[in-house]
Structure formats: C-alpha cells, structure tokens
C-alpha cells in the first residue's frame, strides 16, 4: 500500500521508469486508445488473444485468466506482506513465520465455537487447483495457479447461525517474528471482512498452495483469502481466526485510510484512488501495462452479488 511513503507503483503511469515499462509505453497508451471505447470489448479481446496456460484441467481453468502465468519466482519475491515490512522484498524476513502448528478458530454467531488445526482442517476438504488473476489497488496484477479449497465449504464446515451475515477475518500478529507490527499507527492485527453472500460464491476461494507447492510464507502460508474481483487488500494471509457476525466489520485499510479504502474494494478502472487512476495495470514478470476490468473481468460470476445496491464509488473503494 502507499501510506508511509510514496513509492515508484503509487502512480503506475509515472513509475521511475522501469525500462520494461518505458519500453510499453506505447503499448499501453495503444491500450488507453481503445478502452475509452468499452473496457469490456477491449478486455475480451485480449482475453482471447492470450492461450489458456498448458497443462490444466478444464476445471482449473473454468476462470480463464486471459493470461499467461506470471513466472512462479515473481509470485514468490514480490509480495505485500506489511506484518514484515512496507517493501515488496520481505520473502526473507518471512521465512520466520511460525506455520507448525497452526490453527484456525472459528467464532461468533456459529452453532458452535471451535478451533481446528490447519491439518484437520484439510482432511475435511476437497483441493483443487484454480488459475486468477489477482489485481492490487497499487495497480499491478499476477496471475496465480492457485491450490485451496471453496470458501463455502469453509463456511459450510463452521455451521454458522441465520443471523450471521458477514465474516471477520483476522490473521497472525506475532511480535516476536514480525517486525511491521512495530509501526505504530497501524491497527494490527490485519483483519477484513466479507458478506456471507461474496464469501459462499463460487469465485471466493481459501487458499492453501500455489503453483503445486504448499502456500509459501511470504505469500500467507498456510492458509489465506483468494478472491480475484476485488482489490488484493481483501484477500487475507496468515489467517488464524474466522469470526461470523451480524454487522459489517471495520477492516484494517478502512481504519487506516477510511478516504482511500473502503469494504467493499471491487475492482473497477472507472474509479481513481485519491492518488492514482485504476485504469490500467502492470503486469508483474513482463512489465506489460493492460487495462483493468469491471470486477476484474470476474463480473460473470459476481455482479449479481450487487445488483440491489447503488453503483457508486463506495461499492469501488
Ligand atoms: N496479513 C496480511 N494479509 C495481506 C496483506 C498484508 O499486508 N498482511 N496485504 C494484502 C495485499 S495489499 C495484497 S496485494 C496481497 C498480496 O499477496 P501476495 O504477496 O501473496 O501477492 O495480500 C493481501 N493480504
Ligand atoms: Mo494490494
């Protein structure tokens, strides 16, 4: 995020010129060129252009990313992870993340109250591998073959009452190992929230793995949020506790910066942060810039989880 100091992806079109992105420039502005015609025609159009990755199952891309796989040591060296740091490069410093044992509870407005081991838990679901996209409010995006299981079965595992109508995650705060929980000003732990509805949706996933290995620490081991259509704040990591509650939760980025992060976080390029345009893209690994899309091209499965509210910039921030 880019609260503490601005930084080179704060303003995507200003970057301290990377080469590879000076280099697509004029990609980009090719790619401006067309959006202001439609961000649909122009993000199908390159969805289709682009192959499926190889090797798949068809149901691991049922979500065709339009994208090819961002290179695996991208994912893995280039993360937001601020429990550890406010730079990208904090996979070292992860390394010290306490994964054996891990549990998770589950609490709140559930029938009943438990706590689950991170391997109790996997014995009760079913894994499978899906291929995202995943798009921070920074404006840069990845494209992920994901392993975990459905959020539903997550929640179906924790029985919770009718009177739930949102999740609370919170994730680990541990001092001895994580040098960000130093910062003042943050309210740790890092903690969000979605409705039951967003997280029963076929597209919100838990994620335990990524390209056929367990989820490295740096990237939230062992077990996070992966949910493609909104901004990747959302997506939770190092999760040790799944409350269920009945009023929408306060999450940690509207605390910090209630002008510039909101609950919902959807993706939209039709509306700028405070500092920057949300427009387009970089593609991390190529430096390509491309467009953003509506629900991050996701909307297939998701706009009609808000078809009955306003569609103004709150559903967007
Ligand atoms: N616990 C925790 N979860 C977090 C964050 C964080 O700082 N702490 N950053 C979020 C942000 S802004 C993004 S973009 C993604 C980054 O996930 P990645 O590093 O695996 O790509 O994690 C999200 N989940
Ligand atoms: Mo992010």
Not at 196 to 209: I, P, Q, Y
Request: hydrophobic letters at 40%.
């Amino acid at each position: 995020m880019h609260l503490i100091r601005k930084r080179d992806w704060d303003l995507p079109e200003a970057a301290a010129t990377p080469e590879a992105f000076a280099l697509n420039r004029r990609a980009a502005i090719a790619v401006m060129g067309g959006a202001a015609l439609g961000f649909g025609g122009i993000g199908d159009a390159l969805a289709a252009d682009v192959p499926p990755p190889q090797g798949y199952s068809p149901s691991a891309l049922r979500f065709d990313p339009g994208r090819a796989l961002t290179p695996k040591k991208n994912v893995e060296t280039y993360n937001n992870f601020y429990e550890f740091g406010l730079s990208k490069d904090i996979w070292r410093a992860a390394q010290k993340l306490p994964t054996e044992p891990w549990t998770v509870k589950i609490d709140g407005l559930v029938e009943k109250p438990f706590t689950i081991s991170f391997d109790d838990l996997m014995k009760k679901v079913k894994t499978e591998t899906r291929i995202y996209r995943h798009r921070c409010v920074e404006a840069w995006s990845i494209t992920v073959p994901w392993q975990g299981f459905a959020m539903s079965d997550l929640v179906k595992i924790a029985k919770p009452l009718s009177s739930a109508n949102f999740l609370r995650f919170t994730t680990l705060a541990d001092q001895k190992v994580m040098p960000g929980l130093a910062i003042p000003f943050f309210p740790w732990p890092y903690h969000e929230g979605l409705t039951m509805a967003e997280a029963t949706n076929e597209l919100a996933f838990v994620g335990t793995g990524l390209y056929h290995q367990p989820m490295p620490k740096q990237d939230g081991a062992p077990i996070r949020a992966v949910l493609p259509w909104k901004y990747g704040f959302k997506s939770a990591k190092s999760i040790v506790r799944i409350e269920f509650v009945k009023d929408q939760p306060k999450t940690f980025w509207q605390q910090t910066s209630p002008d510039m992060y909101g609950f919902w976080a959807n993706v939209n390029p039709k509306y700028p942060t405070l500092r920057w345009s949300q427009a387009r893209e970089r593609i991390i690994g190529t430096g390509q810039v491309a467009p953003t899309q509506i629900y991050n091209g996701y909307g297939k499965w998701v706009a009609s989880l808000y078809a009955g509210m306003k569609q103004d910039k709150k559903l967007f921030m």
